[in-house]
C-alpha cells in the first residue's frame, strides 16, 4: 500500500521537495488526525468539559491570516501582473530553468501550508463546543482543499492553471479574515448585512473561476491539464449551487434563518 501511495502521489516533475511536499504520508496523516480529533477525540474530550474561552487565540489567529493572506495575494500580484510570468490566456507551470521558477514555487507553496492552518479554525469550534458549524460541508471542505493543494504540487507541479484561481482565493480569505476580527470585536460589525455581502464575494469568486476555466478549456492549442481544468470547473460548480443555495435560504425567502455557513 504504501508503495502504491508514493508511486501515484509523487512524481518527479519538480527537484525541490518543501515541507510536506515530498511524500503523501505527513498531509495524510494530519488530516487523518484532523478527522479523527473534530469528529470523535475532540468532541468526546470536551463532552463533560466547559468551552474554552479563545477570543484572544481567535483575534490573533484572524490578524495573522489576514497578514499571512496580504503578503500572499500581494506576491502573486506583482508575479502576474509586473513580473507577467504567465501568457495569461494559457497558463501552465513555469519550466524548471525559468528565472522566475523560485517566485512560483513559493507563492504556490504558501498557498499550499496555508489550506493546512486553515484546519485549525474546526479544531478552535471543537474547543468552544461549537458543534453546529462543524458540518459535513465545512469539514469536507477543508479536507479536499488541503488534499488537493497536496495532490496538485505532487502531480502538476508548482504553479500552472489554478494559480490565478489560487490567488483570487487568497484575495476572499483577505476580507473574510477582516470580517472575522471586525465582528470579534465590534457587535455592530457583527450583525450588520456584511454577512450577506461575504456570501456574495464567495459566489462571485465561484463564477469567476468557473468563467476563467472555461475559457482555457476553449483556447485549442492549450497545453494545461485538462484532468486539472476539469477537477477545478467541478468544484467551483458544486460550490457555486451550494452557496446559491445557501444565499437564497437566509437572505431572499422568508423564514426560520440557518446557522452561517462557513467556507473558504
Known amino acids: 500500500m504504501a508503495d502504491f501511495l508514493n508511486r501515484t502521489l509523487i512524481i518527479s516533475r519538480d527537484p525541490v521537495q518543501l515541507p510536506l511536499t515530498g511524500s503523501p504520508w505527513p498531509p495524510l496523516t494530519i488530516l487523518s488526525l484532523y478527522l479523527l480529533f473534530v469528529l470523535k477525540v475532540g468532541r468526546n474530550f470536551m463532552e463533560i468539559r466547559k468551552p474554552f474561552d479563545l477570543r484572544g487565540v481567535i483575534k490573533a489567529y484572524n490578524i495573522f491570516q489576514i497578514l499571512y493572506n496580504s503578503v500572499v495575494l500581494l506576491g502573486g500580484l506583482h508575479f502576474l501582473f509586473v513580473l507577467k510570468a504567465y501568457d495569461m490566456s494559457c497558463i501552465t507551470t513555469l519550466p524548471l530553468d525559468h528565472e522566475y521558477k523560485n517566485r512560483e514555487?513559493?507563492?504556490?507553496?504558501?498557498?499550499?501550508?496555508?489550506?493546512?492552518?486553515?484546519?485549525?479554525?474546526?479544531?478552535?469550534?471543537?474547543?468552544?463546543?461549537?458543534?453546529?458549524?462543524?458540518?459535513?460541508?465545512h469539514v469536507f471542505h477543508h479536507v479536499v482543499m488541503s488534499l488537493g493543494a497536496y495532490l496538485h504540487i505532487a502531480q502538476i507541479g508548482y504553479g500552472g492553471t489554478l494559480f490565478p484561481l489560487c490567488l483570487l482565493n487568497v484575495a476572499v480569505h483577505v476580507v473574510m479574515y477582516s470580517y472575522y476580527y471586525l465582528s470579534s470585536v465590534s457587535k455592530e460589525v457583527q450583525t450588520s448585512a456584511w454577512k450577506k455581502y461575504i456570501t456574495i464575494i464567495q459566489l462571485v469568486q465561484f463564477v469567476l473561476a468557473l468563467?476563467?476555466?472555461?475559457?482555457?478549456?476553449?483556447?485549442?492549442?492549450?497545453?494545461?491539464?485538462?484532468?486539472?481544468?476539469?477537477?477545478?470547473?467541478?468544484?467551483?460548480?458544486?460550490?457555486?449551487?451550494?452557496?446559491?443555495?445557501f444565499y437564497i435560504h437566509n437572505y431572499i425567502l422568508p423564514g426560520k434563518k440557518k446557522p452561517e455557513l462557513k467556507i473558504q
Request: aromatic share 20%; hydrophobic share 45%; net charge positive.
Open 105 to 137: 514555487r513559493w507563492l504556490t507553496y504558501s498557498y499550499f501550508l496555508n489550506k493546512f492552518m486553515d484546519l485549525l479554525e474546526t479544531v478552535f469550534f471543537v474547543l468552544r463546543k461549537k458543534n453546529r458549524q462543524i458540518s459535513f460541508l
Open 211 to 245: 468563467s476563467n476555466l472555461s475559457y482555457t478549456l476553449m483556447q485549442p492549442n492549450c497545453k494545461a491539464s485538462r484532468p486539472v481544468i476539469y477537477f477545478g470547473m467541478s468544484v467551483a460548480a458544486s460550490f457555486t449551487l451550494m452557496f446559491a443555495n
